[in-house]
């Protein structure tokens, strides 16, 4: 089995982090998606990360407006959809013609947290492709986490990794990521496989109560 891998960059962009990423990837000649925290980007220096970003070929996703508060917690009328609404607004001119969005999952975990009803009729109502995830080895916590990425790497077809443009997070060790899917003979690709794609430009592909608190 040669697997394939597509590296996602969550919560960023991040002064300092965000640029040795980028140069890490340039110098392999792999291209990523970067989903984006919304209210970073009203900073400029942060928001010249994102087009940096965009210019040298990486894909740009909403991952909300404050990274707070998973979206099936929400509760107030109207916030869930501001929460990815806003984001969207700030990414024109940069945004992946899909409208990628990636929920928070808060750890890495899937289920009904993900989204409420509000935030789950909004994306599809402005045909959004919603992605998730099979492997968040927990760079921010997990000092092995390399080795736990590409041990899940290897049992699986396709993979759909998870790390970090944030300080403490994979920054250091990225080269050693790459090197890892090198020796397993993994091909990187930008694409996303649908079983990570329950929502795609706005049509579900799947049932998708297991990702929506209080589903009808």
């Given at each position: 089995m040669t697997p394939r891998v597509t590296l996602t960059f969550d919560n960023?962009?991040?002064?300092?982090?965000?640029?040795?990423?980028?140069?890490?990837?340039?110098e392999r000649g792999i291209r990523t998606t970067f989903f984006v925290v919304g209210d970073?980007?009203?900073?400029?220096?942060?928001?010249a990360l994102v087009e940096r970003a965009w210019a040298e070929g990486h894909w740009i996703g909403n991952h909300t407006f404050t990274h707070s508060v998973p979206l099936g917690a929400v509760t107030v009328p109207g916030?869930?959809?501001?929460e990815i609404r806003s984001t969207q607004d700030l990414l024109k001119g940069v945004a992946h013609d899909d409208k990628l969005?990636?929920?928070f999952g808060e750890g890495g975990r899937i289920g009904d947290h993900l989204l409420n009803p509000e935030a789950a009729d909004y994306l599809m109502a402005e045909r959004f492709t919603c992605v998730l995830w099979t492997t968040v080895p927990h760079d921010w916590?997990?000092?092995?986490?390399?080795?736990?990425?590409?041990d899940d790497v290897g049992r699986r077809d396709w993979s759909v990794v998870v790390v970090h443009d944030l300080p403490d997070c994979c920054?250091?060790?990225?080269?050693?990521?790459?090197d890892g899917l090198q020796a397993l003979d993994?091909?990187?690709?930008?694409?996303?496989?649908?079983?990570?794609?329950?929502i795609r430009r706005g049509v579900p592909t799947t049932d998708l109560q297991f990702m929506i608190r209080d589903a009808p």
């Open positions: 960023g962009p991040t002064p300092g982090v965000t640029e040795p990423v980028l140069d890490v990837l340039a970073r980007l009203e900073d400029p220096r942060h928001r916030a869930a959809e501001g969005f990636r929920p916590d997990e000092p092995r986490w390399v080795e736990v990425c590409l920054g250091a060790r990225l080269p050693d990521l790459l993994a091909t990187v690709v930008q694409e996303f496989p649908e079983s990570v794609v329950p």
